[in-house]
């Protein structure tokens, strides 16, 4: 019961419950005018023309099916819902915002500063060349050697060397994380980072507002620029129609000195680190660079943070700090951001390069499976070319609506040769690819249209050597706690179950 008080008393809640109001009243006021005025043919123009424009869009055809579909049931109603939060047309606040961001990105290039990357044409493949300068043209990242990388296949195991990281620290520390929860991970963080304050060491904290909406207090910030610590929460969330409210920070990085950097798909909250069960063993991964590769992350924090908090600041204070030693590596690393902000899908587009320049293998891990038609049409080419193609997915889900469209996309996976995997301990929340024994991306974007289209994200190519070993043997582990899915399993399915399913699907670029 009180668990139950303590949720609907919450500011989620209060937030959402707030903007289904207004839409409940914009929705009451539109078929009140409709029936008063007699607008039958005023709607059928209405919808012809919004549902025409929407076609002619550079959108996902699943994006603009679903947004069509929703204007054809309810035509004014459904006009004004895509205005506010399916036209992709930026507001004036975004418009100011990205002109800042952009500015830093004009000014200062990643290559303008140490270290320098290697040779791409003479260290890689054909087929990781084209990955590569796919990446560097469109978000500007370097391919580096010099670089530790240190992969852990849990949160549990990363977690200790992270505090020991963070005591490190001399110049500044960044984190950007889509969540914080107070608690054993987060207690233990932020005493160090006071402690650190107080040495002189810049700190910065990022968190997402609608991530951390139930896990901090309301402008939390506040309390951590009381300890000194610079803090900001990333979009904030008002109880209004708003179209900013789809633009999530959904980033997960810890940068010390800028010549560390941890990442991965952990957040800081117990449940990462299995110190809190919700659904059942939470199967997470994170990776630690070390030495020259770790600048890409770090020019990343700081084009986000000129985003949110439009300050002068000089690039070079922030430069890597290196120690004596030069970091020796066995393998390339490219790490790289994506965001809503402009019309490149790089997560997405990166993914199906892996799948495409696969001659044996590649093995997929996501908590979520909500695909368009490309990123289908990629798996499907891949397994009908002979490429063994395995997915492994949650057995216990986290939410149930999403899990419904995950197994929606079974069966046609299944039946073209696709093998699937379910958890069997419980979540695995890992995003990572791994293909051929020569690459793997580890990072934070979900196989889903919020991660591939509305957030801000980040991950890390391995080209060759012990981390694209590392993230393989972790596969090869976790494969032993799975169960397959058969087409057989997908066939079975209640009736209802399918058409949850396809219910769900047919909206989903919507939620």
Known sequence: MRKFLKFISSRLVWTFLFIFLQMGILYVSLRYAESYFSLSLFNFVLSMVFSFAIFTRDDAPEYKISWIFLI??????????????GNKKKSRWEKRRIAGYQELMATHSIGDYPPAGVPSEEVLSE??????????????SIVYDSTQVDYYPLGDYCYPVMLQELEKAKKFIFMEYFIYEKGDFWDSVLEILKRKVSQGVDVRILYDDMGSINTLPYKYYKELRSYGIKAVAFNPVRPRLNPRLNYRDHRKVCIV????????GINIADEYINHKIRFGHWKDNAFILRGSGVWNYTFMFLQLWQFVSPKAYAVDDFSPYYPTEKKAS?????????????????????????????KDYVWIATPYLILD???????????????????????????????????????????????????????IHSKMFVSDDKRAIVGTTNMDFRSFFLHFESGSVFYGGSAVQSVKADFE???????????????????????????????????
């Open 373 to 427: 038609s490309t990123m289908v049409n990629a798996l499907v080419l891949a397994s009908q070319s002979g490429v063994d193609v395995r997915l492994i997915t949650p057995s216990i889900p986290d939410k149930k609506i999403v899990f419904s469209l995950t197994k929606s996309n079974y069966m046609k996976l299944l039946a073209n040769g696709i093998r699937i995997f379910e958890y069997v301990p419980g979540f």
């Open 127 to 140: 087929d990781d060349l084209r990955l590569q300068k796919y990446l560097t043209n469109i978000t500007e």
């Open 257 to 264: 000195d800028g010549n560390t950097a941890i990442s991965g």
């Open 477 to 511: 582990d976790t494969f032993k706690l799975c169960k397959e899915v058969t087409l057989e399993d997908a066939r079975k399915r209640s009736l209802l179950m399918k058409l949850m399913g396809q219910i769900a699907k047919l909206v989903a670029p919507l939620l």
């Open 72 to 85: 054809s049931a309810l035509p004014v109603f459904g006009c004004f819902m895509y205005m506010i939060f």
């Open 330 to 358: 066995d393998g390339y690393v490219q790490s790289f951001g994506d965001s809503p902000l402009d019309d490149f899908n790089v997560a997405e587009n990166a993914y199906i390069h892996v799948l495409n320049a696969a």
